[in-house]
């Protein structure tokens, strides 16, 4: 499979192991260049046999994924209702959870909104001591509808997921270890995610899907409550107050790499 041609990703193989490498300067935003490139990736990770493991890290030290891209939010149609299929997101997401391989991403640096909603897709997160987590959609009058309020309690528990998406903060890798929502803290989470993949990639690949496909159906529901998930989302958009909040996160320093580097602090600010 031609895995050539991507702007904002480079995919080195080896070994049987695919590490994606997410390059879109300056912060990683979720933006029409990364957005639609990882979701065409992801298909065809999804799709290649000889492929059997997958490890996504970041060319950029400071951001793993900043989050989407707010302005392209604002200009989402409004009134929709509840879909009944997933949205290309969604399916994005869930090709990362379902693919017949494991799926391994190695976080350094921030990492919020829709990129955290990636990375809860995958099946293990290793990160760096540096590393930080926001899910800010709260504050900006929205909610984590990419698929970050069904993932977040299944991996913390119901208390400190809503801590996490109603308090919109800055979450550090120690915190996140220790809650679960990471697997582990490593000072090299690249290395680290590459000798694991390494490792299962080597081992039978019936095996592995049983296990994988075994340990999935414990994710009860999780395409129904998606879907209602993306229903809430979409009632939100009109919201005038989600709108201005939206609008005074970019006015005052959201999606810049100096805004973006506090985003927790700056959560806190643009509803004053």
Not at 81 to 94: I, T
Not at 258 to 266: K, N, P, V
Request: glycine share 6%; hydrophobic share 45%.
């Amino acid at each position: 499979m031609d895995y050539a041609g991507f702007q904002s990703l480079t995919v080195e193989l080896m070994d049987r192991v695919a590490h994606v490498i997410i390059n879109n300067p300056p912060i990683n935003l979720f933006d029409l260049v990364l957005y639609p490139e990882l979701a065409k990736l992801s298909a065809q990770l999804c799709d290649d046999d000889d492929i059997r493991a997958v490890v996504v890290s970041s060319a950029n030290p400071e951001f793993f994924i900043a989050h989407f891209d707010v302005s392209l939010i604002l200009h989402l149609p409004t009134g929709r209702p509840a879909p009944v299929v997933l949205s290309d997101f969604h399916q994005m997401c869930e090709n990362f959870r379902t693919m017949p391989k494991p799926t391994i991403c190695a976080i350094d640096g921030r990492v919020g909104g829709g990129g955290s909603e990636v990375t809860l897709s995958m099946d293990m997160r290793f990160a760096s001591p540096r590393a930080v987590f926001n899910q800010p959609e709260v504050a900006l009058g929205i909610i984590p509808g990419g698929s970050g309020t069904v993932r977040l309690p299944r991996l913390v528990g119901r208390s400190r997921a809503l801590e996490v998406i109603l308090g919109s903060e800055d979450i550090d890798a120690a915190t996140a270890e220790k809650w679960g929502w990471v697997n582990r803290v490593v000072d090299n989470p690249v290395e680290f995610s590459l000798a694991m993949a390494r490792r299962i990639a080597s081992f039978p690949p019936a095996a592995v899907l049983a296990a994988k496909r075994s340990i999935l159906r414990s994710d009860d529901h999780i395409v129904e409550d998606l879907l209602a998930e993306a229903g809430e989302f979409n009632a939100l958009l009109s919201d005038p107050r989600a709108i201005a909040a939206m609008n005074n996160f970019m006015a005052r320093g959201g999606q810049t790499r100096e805004g973006e580097l506090r985003l927790g602090e700056l959560a806190s600010e643009i509803n004053d």
